[in-house]
Structure formats: structure tokens, C-alpha cells
């Protein structure tokens, strides 16, 4: 007789408690390097190529192809919109890994979400980055995020699954807190 | 006679200059704020769409076309590789950060660039993502950038237009230093 596979909001949960048992029996799996490469196209034009990545004690190989990413920016930033500027990427980063992590929590404690969405806002004052005036930071001075959550659950306990979210998103963490960044060039 | 227009590294070195000269003139032009909607699709799969946002000064309409941007997970994170990961996109923001400064920072010192490319790297550790141990924050212990940068410029330039990149980088303010994040559910 075989285990019935639990599949809830799309997430395998069995898979998900078979990874939490081997990260408690081998620690050491628990070490990612994601990674990405980049180069420049022309004017703000450029374009980002992700595939492999060290995660669970080995080289990742489950992608076939690359995935290939542009970023650029509009014209009154210089640029022809070939594609979302990076601040937009941030807020896309954020969205994307705050509605994973509510899904997987929703799953882990037995909810059936039937809506996530989320609308982010992301505020900068330009006179920081163009050098006007050092009053002002370079990024976001603050971040707005708005969820709706829909699900077969009470009011309370849906609130509560946003709650360990934020307390356990990868990106979250990186935008609220300081994350060290060493930038090294090779000119010629 | 018209003022020939001056491009260098794809950038419009006039309009840039300008647009500075605008924002020394009315300082609250410099407000901007860029926005993103996103809606889950299912497991870890969700799609952020990006169009407008508001800066100097009015709400922008150059882009006929929203964006569209999907994130996931790979299968070792519980998803089937729809696209790649939150963690990867602060990379690719990043990335398209730093390069877009350098190219800018370049063109308004008169140095033509033949090549800006870069590898990223962040690390971290499952174990505080998970919740398995508090030992470990969520996101990146570390970034590591290391750029290739060409052009028709002395070494010593180039390295000066790096180091001023990383110092007016939006991304790399919103990746080192913490930024408020206020997260609001409205649930049912």
C-alpha cells in the first residue's frame, strides 16, 4: 500500500516534511548559493541569465534551459522600457516570495487558500541617487505591501498564516535588514 | 542651429543633464513611486504585473503594455520551475541596478564602456527560512558582485566609476541597508 500523495494549494506537503526531516538529520544540506549573471546591452538595457544553483549538498540540475531576465528603465530615467526597471524588481521579489511563503505556511497548517493577491508600492526620492542632495537614501524609503487572502479558514487564522510569513520570507529579510555586499571589478 | 545631441554608452548625456538641472529647480519632481500588483497562480507560482508609476511630477504613460513576470520555486523548493525564484530576482535587480549606475555614472564622465558583465552570488542558509534554527536569519548572509568592466578609460577610471555606482545604486541601498516594509491583509 502506498502513502496517498497530500497535495494542498498546489504544494506537495509530504515533500515538504520529508525535506524539513533531512535538514534536521543533515544540517548541512541546508546550505543554497543562488546565483546569477549579467551583461549589459546598451544604454540601461540589460539582461540577466539564471540557471544553476548549490542547494541541498549538490549542483542543481533540474533546469533544462536558462532563464533570461532584462531590466532597463523608462525614458524619464534614461531608458526605452525594454523591460521593468530593477526598483521594480525588488517589489516583484518581495511579492513573489511573500505569497510563496503564505502558501507553503497555509499548506503546513492545513489551509486551502482560494486568493492571494497583492498590490506593493515602493517610495524613493531621485534626489538621492542623481547626488542632488545626501538628505535623501539612493532606495526605497519605504515599502507599502497590501494582500488580499481568500480561504476556507477564519479571518483570524488567515491573518495569522501573513504573520509567520513575514517572519519567515527570504526577501523580506533582505529588504528589512542589512545585507553585506562585496562588489569586486576587473577593469582593462 | 540645433545642439547635436550626445549619446554615449546609449544614454543621452543632454537629457540627463537636463533632467538634473529640472530637479535642482523643483525638488519635488525628484518623488517617485514605483508600484507592482501580483496574484498567486498556484503552489509556488505567482505573476507580478508592472506598468505604471508615479514621477516627476505626474503619473507616467509611456508603456503601451504592462510587464508581466512570473516567480517560483525549483522542484528542491517545492515548485516546478515556472520561473526563477524570488531569491534569484534580488539578484537580477541587483545586477541591473549596479550596471545601469555604471553605464550612467560612465557616460556623464565621458567614458565610452565596451563591456559591463557581472556573476552574483547570495548564500544562505535553509535552516533560518525553514524555521528549523533561529541561529540563521532568513535571507542572504552575503552577496558577492564581481563585475568586468571594459572601455576606453585608465584603470584607475573605471574602478573610480565602479565605486561610484555602488555608492548611488537604488538596489544596492535597498539590499545593504534595511528599508520599512509595512505589510497590511485584508482577509476572508
Not at 548559493?33 to 549579467?38: D, E, K, P, S
Not at 503546513?108 to 534626489?127: H, I, N, Q, W
Not at 498564516?161 to 571589478?185: G, H, M, Q, T
Request: hydrophobic fraction near 40%; include cysteine.
Amino acid at each position: 500500500m502506498t502513502t496517498p500523495t497530500l497535495i494542498r494549494n498546489g504544494v506537495d506537503t509530504e515533500q515538504v516534511y520529508g525535506t524539513l526531516d533531512a535538514l534536521k538529520a543533515q544540517p548541512e544540506l541546508a546550505r543554497f548559493v543562488f546565483r546569477a549573471t549579467n551583461r549589459w546591452m546598451d544604454g540601461t538595457h540589460s539582461r540577466t541569465t539564471i540557471q544553476g544553483f548549490w542547494g541541498a549538498g549538490q549542483e542543481d540540475s533540474s533546469r533544462d534551459e536558462p532563464f533570461e531576465v532584462d531590466a532597463s528603465e523608462p525614458p524619464i530615467l534614461f531608458g526605452h522600457n525594454e523591460a521593468p526597471n530593477p526598483a521594480e524588481f525588488v517589489l516583484h521579489a518581495l511579492a513573489g516570495c511573500l505569497t510563496l511563503t503564505i502558501v507553503n505556511v497555509a499548506a503546513a497548517r492545513k489551509v486551502t487558500l482560494t486568493e492571494v493577491s497583492s498590490t506593493l508600492e515602493g517610495v524613493l526620492d531621485a534626489r538621492g541617487a542623481t547626488g542632488l542632495d545626501d538628505a535623501y537614501r539612493n532606495g526605497f524609503e519605504r515599502i507599502n505591501v497590501g494582500f488580499t487572502l481568500k480561504g476556507e479558514a477564519p479571518a483570524e487564522k488567515l491573518q495569522e498564516i501573513v504573520e509567520r510569513a513575514k517572519a519567515r520570507s527570504v526577501v523580506f529579510d533582505i529588504i528589512s535588514n542589512p545585507v553585506p555586499v562585496d562588489v569586486y571589478a576587473e577593469v582593462g
